[in-house]
């Protein structure tokens, strides 16, 4: 006799209380959001997001794109905050599963790509697990939109053969500070740029340990604060400078170190504003 599973136990379920007349089983979409700006929406995203019953995301994602659901869908906030989590990324996985075996076309809404520093993956095996069909439809990812809102190639020929996206994220304290554990020495090596996601807390070590592991103080450093978004703002100095820099932001932003950085255009086109250089300070400092 086959074993029963996670979608055959809950249909049973579903018929017992049903009066013996279970749903179809539903969906679960991972989708794209993109960095904010509605007009990165990819078109399958859109399509997704115009089916849905329930939309189920997370706070990087801005009204004007919830907005493009079907009003009737129902939205869930599952919203993160830094050491805030409303809700464990377990019981989102749950919570997922329990919607579609309960006949829903379900959207996971989430910033960027899920797939980046998204945790799309901890949802699909949730999903595969509970045998709930389960698809991705990719984003644009913040450092997409940062290094084109900025003109500053994440590739360039001559000056950056590499790009490596990071997370800041520091899982344990080392010492007196929290650092994130990542290979300085390969991340050190000039013509190369490396992005860093969740590391606005963490400027201060990163920019270290580059320094120490060789980096050069002076490689340029961009800082992309709500890229994409209305209140973009661009931050254009130096590794050494990073730590200063980073202070004071309070939006989703990257830091973004290597040589082809130089070339960022810190206008903000849309203000016509200079954003202010910050001074690029000594090591030591
Ligand atoms: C949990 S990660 C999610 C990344 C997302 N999946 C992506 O592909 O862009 C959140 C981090 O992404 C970065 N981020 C997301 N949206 C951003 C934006 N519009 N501008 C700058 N950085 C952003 C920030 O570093 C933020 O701390």
Redesign the pocket.
């Known amino acids: 006799m086959a074993r029963p599973t996670v979608r055959s136990a809950h249909r049973s379920l579903v018929a017992l209380a049903g009066g013996g007349k279970a749903r179809p089983v539903g969906r679960v979409t991972l989708v ?1 959001a ?4 509605p007009d990165l929406l990819t078109i399958k995203a859109l399509k997704a997001l115009q089916v849905a019953d329930v939309i189920v995301h ?1 706070g ?1 994602v801005p009204a004007e794109i919830l907005d493009l659901a079907r009003s009737s869908a129902r939205r869930i906030d599952v919203a ?1 905050r ?1 050491s805030r989590h409303t809700l464990p990324q377990d019981d989102i996985n749950q919570l997922l599963v329990a919607l579609a075996l309960d006949g829903l076309e379900v959207v996971r809404l ?11 993956g901890e949802e699909l095996a949730a999903c595969r697990t509970a045998g709930v069909d389960c698809t991705v439809v990719p ?8 290094s084109a809102g900025a003109g500053a190639p994440l590739t360039h020929r001559g000056s950056a053969q590499a790009v490596t996206f990071v ?3 520091a899982a344990a304290k080392a010492g007196d500070w929290a650092e994130p554990d990542l290979d300085w020495a390969s991340l050190a090596r000039a013509n190369q740029t490396v992005v ?5 807390s963490t400027a201060a070590p990163i920019s270290l340990r580059l320094i120490e592991a060789g980096r050069d103080a002076a490689t340029p450093a961009l800082i ?6 209305r209140d ?1 703002r661009r931050i254009l100095t130096t590794l050494a400078g990073l730590p200063a820099a980073a202070q004071g932001l309070t ?5 973004m170190v290597g040589e082809a950085m130089a070339m960022a255009n810190v206008q903000v086109p849309d203000l016509g504003l200079e954003v202010p250089r910050v001074q690029s300070m000594s090591p030591g400092q």
Request: no cysteine; net charge neutral; charged share 20%.
């Open positions: 794209g993109g960095p904010g700006d997370d990087l993160k830094k989430k910033g960027g790509d899920p797939f980046l520093f998204g945790r799309g984003g644009v990812t913040a450092a997409l939109a940062a997370t800041g994220h860093v996601y969740m590391g606005v992309v604060e709500n890229a994409s978004r973009e939006g989703p932003a990257l830091l």
